[in-house]
């Protein structure tokens, strides 16, 4: 049964993920793509396998955290800006409650603000398993766990679908980078003089800023940075995940 579920999720996410247009939406069938391989790590059902499992959930969730935590800060950032051409706006269903909603809407972000373009790269290249990130190393492990223990026809399917998922990652990273900043500043807030205050002791001092000096948060920022970090640098530190994961499966088999 869970190798049947497997084979459906894996079939289903990533060619149904092929036609949607709406970002949040293609995260959905890609969460169903990856499900797939969870799945087949559990219908292996062998120490290698759990332990692939296990290291799969981890690397999955510290990648699906900062693709989210990456979208809503396009969001954020966006605010400021208005479309070149204002006939796209009527593409949006929800605008104000939901900035970033369609693919297209990433066309030229790069230009917009190139780490967080940059950041969401490297988590879709980690979705899609381009080495040496560490959705690589998951996918390796759930591969491995399956040929070891004869699932050749299900590690066909996998990989088949795994580069077919990947179609839909590059057209996001096709948008963001090899199409023209389609974004200004929206004329509203470009010449206004805005005041803030800043507490330097117990005085408050006034400062004059524009609405390009305004930047994201730096918990969003240190969140982004450690997370993209992690997805960049782990071959460098594969051990404590590792450990993690081999505690993991100990637990499970004893229980």
Do not use: C, W
């Amino acid at each position: 049964m869970l190798l049947i579920s497997s084979l459906f999720s894996l079939i289903i996410g990533s060619v149904l993920g092929l036609t949607q247009f709406r970002i949040k939406r293609l995260y959905a069938y890609s969460t169903i793509s990856h499900v797939g391989f969870i799945l087949l790590a559990l219908s292996v059902n062998s120490v290698e396998s759990i332990q692939a499992y296990i290291f799969y959930i981890i690397s999955y969730s510290v990648s699906n955290l900062n693709a989210f935590v990456i979208l809503v800060t396009i969001g954020f950032s966006l605010y400021l800006y208005v479309y070149k051409d204002e006939k796209h706006n009527d593409d949006l269903i929800d605008q104000n409650n939901s900035p970033v909603q369609l693919i297209s809407q990433l066309k030229g972000y790069f230009y917009v603000n190139p780490y967080l373009a940059l950041s969401l790269t490297i988590t879709l290249f980690s979705f899609a398993g381009v080495p040496p990130l560490i959705g690589f190393f998951a996918k390796q492990m759930v591969l491995s766990a399956a040929l070891s223990n004869g699932y050749i026809f299900m590690v066909l399917i996998a990989i088949l679908t795994s580069v077919t998922s990947a179609v839909y990652y590059l057209s996001i990273i096709k948008n963001m980078f090899f199409y023209n900043d389609q974004y200004m500043i929206n004329p509203s807030v470009e010449k206004l003089n805005l005041i803030g205050n800043i507490q330097k002791n117990q005085n408050s001092e006034k400062v004059n800023f524009k609405a390009e000096n305004i930047v994201l948060s730096s918990s969003l920022s240190i969140t982004i940075s450690i997370l993209t970090l992690i997805l960049l640098t782990f071959m460098f530190i594969p051990n404590e995940l590792f450990t993690l994961a081999n505690i993991g499966t100990i637990i499970l088999f004893k229980s």
